[in-house]
């Protein structure tokens, strides 16, 4: 990255935009180590991060050149210290012969993919509590259905291109499911109501091992 294409977003914020969604990823988890002054929130989006500041204490001239200096975080699951939220989940999903059929994986091996990685929460969007999720493995690129779902039940575990999500609560959605977990990721009852923001680590595990 050799420099940020920094732009004003209102009296309050600055949209910084970014080539590839892995380097919105690296960036964002740099951001804490650098601390730039007055910064008051961050909302990740698949090319772009909206930085919202108080205008009492920086303005966008002085955190523009703070953001210079921020050094992105490397692609290392070892680099980060906040160990992964553990989500349970049993692989029964309606999709998982489609998906076996398109990568040409056993289901064991679709499971042991799945389970076998870190996930990042890159971006949230569509409804409350659902995250987009990139992961440090290979990714499958699979294709969305071709005809999407009228109603995807709550806590359905599913893949789309790049990603993997949980649906937070029955929707339509285009998504391949191949399992489902009893994690809420939105409730009212914790703080925040999301169990995965944006930078959020999750490791997935078989809930049938």
């Given at each position: 990255?050799?420099?940020?294409?920094?732009?004003?977003?209102?009296?309050?914020?600055?949209?910084?935009?970014?080539?590839?969604?892995?380097?919105?990823?690296?960036?964002?988890?740099?951001?804490?180590?650098?601390g730039p002054t007055g910064l008051t929130?961050?909302?990740?989006?698949?090319?772009?991060?909206?930085?919202?500041?108080?205008?009492?204490?920086?303005?966008?001239?002085?955190?523009?050149?703070?953001?210079?200096?921020?050094?992105?975080?490397?692609?290392?699951?070892?680099?980060?210290?906040?160990?992964?939220?553990?989500?349970?989940?049993?692989?029964?999903?309606?999709?998982?012969?489609?998906?076996?059929?398109?990568?040409?994986?056993?289901?064991?091996?679709?499971?042991?993919?799945?389970?076998?990685?870190?996930?990042?929460?890159?971006?949230?969007?569509?409804?409350?509590?659902?995250?987009?999720?990139?992961?440090?493995?290979?990714?499958?690129?699979?294709?969305?259905?071709?005809?999407?779902?009228?109603?995807?039940?709550?806590?359905?575990?599913?893949?789309?291109?790049?990603?993997?999500?949980?649906?937070?609560?029955?929707?339509?959605?285009?998504?391949?499911?191949?399992?489902?977990?009893?994690?809420?990721?939105?409730?009212?009852?914790?703080?925040?109501?999301?169990?995965?923001?944006?930078?959020?680590?999750?490791?997935?595990?078989?809930?049938?091992?």
């Open positions: 990255m050799t420099s940020l294409d920094v732009r004003t977003a209102g009296g309050s914020a600055v949209l910084v935009t970014f080539a590839s969604l892995a380097e919105v990823v690296a960036f964002r988890a740099g951001l804490p180590d650098a929130d961050v909302v990740s989006g698949a090319r772009t991060l909206l930085l919202r500041f108080d205008p009492t204490r920086t303005d966008a001239t002085r955190l523009r050149a703070e953001l210079a200096q921020v050094a992105p975080a490397p692609d290392d699951d070892a680099a980060v210290d906040a160990e992964p939220v553990v989500v349970p989940v049993t692989y029964d999903g309606e999709d998982l012969d489609t998906v076996t059929s398109h990568t040409g994986m056993s289901r064991a091996e679709l499971v042991a993919w799945h389970t076998g990685q870190v996930w990042t929460s890159a971006f949230c969007g569509f409804a409350p509590g659902f995250s987009y999720l990139t992961g440090t493995a290979r990714s499958l690129d699979l294709p969305r259905r071709a005809t999407s779902r009228t109603a995807v039940p709550s806590g359905a575990v599913a893949l789309a291109g790049e990603f993997s999500a949980v649906y937070p609560r029955t929707s339509p959605g285009g998504w391949q499911l191949i399992g489902r977990t009893e994690v809420p990721m939105w409730t009212l009852d914790r703080t925040p109501p999301a169990l995965a923001p944006a930078g959020t680590r999750l490791r997935f595990v078989d809930a049938a091992a």
